[in-house]
């Protein structure tokens, strides 16, 4: 034998014995994995009882659904209904071996890692039963501990359910985009039929969409959704499933989709709230029922309040400096794969409404070529590239780059143009209602549901900041002072014991003094040391008791001159609720979000329609609420939310702008005699929104574009003034205050700092010269 050959089948031996201590290492692998693993698998006797039950559903005041809630929401129809040729679509491209492996296809998995040598994806093989043990129990991080416990119950599935049963739940559980979970639902979504009404060509397109909904949507995305339904259709043809006759006249076929969807009204959070007092009320009952709830919230609203809200926070976004692409994808040489690669990667980057997810294809500091996930070509030029500048630049680190193959995100303006932007981490809060009778209007609680579900209005506990002043001004007006009372604007200073912590010398925002000036006059311009010198002269104690008046609890104003510059804590709803007191004349509402509750058969068990509030709920006087609307209402004529009549171009708007110490929080709280609105923006862990960033910049314009909206077509309505107050020369006094009788001033024998004349920095500069 000659030596090459005896070298040749020495080497065949050797791998041939490496290969076998790979396969033995493997398997003792996965009898470890199965030994640690297999006694640590979740239940599944709810996938045994998998039927459905009756949702609870709530609505909107003009009946539009806006949240479901259920075990079990989906249009559920047994296997023994769904046509086979549905089955055969979703077969034919989800799982062809489904009826003859026993949950993990082990000739797919093979398959798969042959496809995968070589080449910078991945091959998928998940098989419809793995698919099913994913959805039902497992997250969607794509780990490998994930994948060995998705194989796990894979196979203890198929152990204890037939494979019909296990299809059936998967063609009713899977999501298929546009809000449709399950098949049935999808076929009325998409096509507005029944699942028996599906030709072999709708049932191709429905069958591509469960490996991307977005990317597949074919109302979205046709072109691509087309592609993927012609390569069902061929699977199909090829396992039998269909005739060639079925096949050409399923490619010929031209499709007619349901277009009339309406758009989501985006109530996420007011549905969340709805379901959380209906399950207090009836708890796990709430879900089985069909209980149906229906709400304040006007849809027109809460659409201009979420849409005003996320572009305030677009808009914040773009001032920020850009922290890079959130991926970056291999893109194939050939490009007849790209659109295909493209799709598939941008599945795990959902558009978020406005704001869409893109891959870049071409990219230079001047221009940047990107793809969406509907296939569709952008281009970004000019400004649109500006809040993107450092991570185009070549310079630029590695990590916030943008090449080639980078996921980015953009959004388009109203002119069309597209700009680069990212996912903002900032959140926000915006809440109106109805001060006669606390029904809610609209409720948006963040910036995004699916991101974050913590709601800002009912449970962020910020501190109000200036937006708090007009409560320590309605206190000081009981205790004789008036519009007309001047008080100085000049620097305090605070040991220990005034601020209950450590000495305090507190600011302006804007570091100066303007000296002595009216109340009406401070407020408008936010002046701290008035506000300051305001609770000093009532007490803090006096302070925190009157602001009880407004729904604000004590315990979270503690009494300290802190509290005149908003330093304790509160959420927007209740300052909404707060400044409904000002709004009604003095009446404290109850915010009022459910109506009515019905069962299955529309029987009411709760009618509670909201009513307007009536004397027995008075908590301040009359009086009081009417000069501070008349100081509020300066505020957004001449003051730091001036912009507000300006735009709106209406008096009837009261309100103030709120920014805490070091720009933590942005608020602005203000109202229409019929309408209050409070918005907040913030940090959820505080941070420093930035040294330029106030209430009046920040959340005033948010407040504006939405009462541009729900105030359009109202009439103007300005109060008429109660008994007990006049008017002299134009300002309004108690009478009991008035003629000189209240408090004329405070704190002018306060100095304000020495501005040195300008002969006087000149000798100063001389000074250090020499």
Sequence with gaps: MPAWTRWLLKGLTWAFGLALAGVAAALMVAAIALAVAYPNLPEISGLMDY?????????????????????????????????????????AIEDARFYQHSGVDYIGVLRAGLRNFGEARSQGASTITMQVARNFY???????TRKIYEILLALKIESLLT?????????????????????????????????????????????G???????????????????????????????????????????????????????????????????????????????????NVYTTIETDDQVAAYRALRAGIIDYERRQFYRGPEGYVEL?????????????????????????AAVAIEVSPKKVVAVLQN????????????????????????KVRIRPGAVIRVVQDAKGKWSITQLPEVEGALVSLDPRTGAVRALVGGFDHAKNKFNHVTQAWRQPGSSFKPFIYSAALEKGFTPATVINDAPLFFDAGTTGSQPWEP??????????????????????????????????????????????????????????????STTPLQMATAYAVFANGGLRVTPHLVTRVTDSKGNVLVDRPPKPADESARVIDARNAFVMSSLLQEVTRSGTAARAQALLKRPDLYGKTGTTNDSMDAWFAGFQPTLVGVVWIGYDTPRKLGSRETGGGLALPIWISYMAH?????????????????????EWFYEEFSQGAGVASLGLEDQLPVTPTEDERRSILDLFRN
């Design 51 to 91: 039927r459905p039950k009756l949702p609870l559903r709530v609505y909107s005041a003009d009946n539009v659904l806006i949240g479901e809630y259920g075990e079990e929401r989906r249009k559920f129809v047994p296997i023994r209904n769904i046509p086979k040729v549905v089955q055969h679509a979703v077969l």
């Design 138 to 144: 497992l997250s969607t991080e794509k780990t490998f």
């Design 163 to 207: 494979k019909d049963q296990i299809l059936e739940l998967y063609m009713n559980q899977i999501y298929l985009g546009q809000r449709a979970y399950g098949f049935a639902a999808a076929a009325e979504t998409y096509f507005g039929k029944e699942l028996d009404e599906l030709t072999v060509a709708e049932a191709a397109m429905l069958a």
């Design 209 to 291: 969409l469960p490996k991307a909904p977005s990317a597949y949507n074919p109302i979205v995305n046709p072109r691509r959704a087309a592609t993927r339904q012609r390569y069902i259709i061929s699977r199909m043809l090829e396992h039998g499933f269909i005739t060639k006759e079925q096949h050409d006249a399923a490619l010929a076929e031209k499709l007619t989709y349901r277009r009339n969807v309406p758009p989501p009204v985006h109530a996420e959070y007011v549905a969340e709230t709805a379901r959380q007092l209906i399950f207090e009320q009836y708890g796990e009952e709430a879900y089985t029922r069909g209980l």
């Design 332 to 356: 194939p040489k050939d490009a007849t794969e790209l659109d295909t690669r493209i799709a598939e990667a941008l599945a795990d980057y959902p558009d978020n409404d406005e704001i869409r």
């Design 375 to 398: 296939g569709e070509d952008v281009t970004i030029t000019g400004a649109g590239l500006k809040p993107a500048e450092s991570g185009l630049s070549e310079k630029a680190n590695p």
């Design 507 to 568: 600011k302006n925002y804007d570091g100066t003094f303007d000296g002595p000036m009216s109340m009406r006059r401070a407020l408008a311009k936010s002046k701290n040391m008035v506000s300051i010198r305001l609770l000093q002269a009532i007490g803090p104690d006096y302070g925190q008791q009157w602001v009880s008046n407004f729904g604000f609890d004590p315990a979270r104003h503690p009494p300290y001159l802190t509290m005149a510059l908003g330093a304790g």
């Design 710 to 730: 729900a105030l359009k077509g109202v009439p103007v309505q300005e109060p008429s003034p109660p008994p007990g107050v006049v008017n002299i020369g134009g």
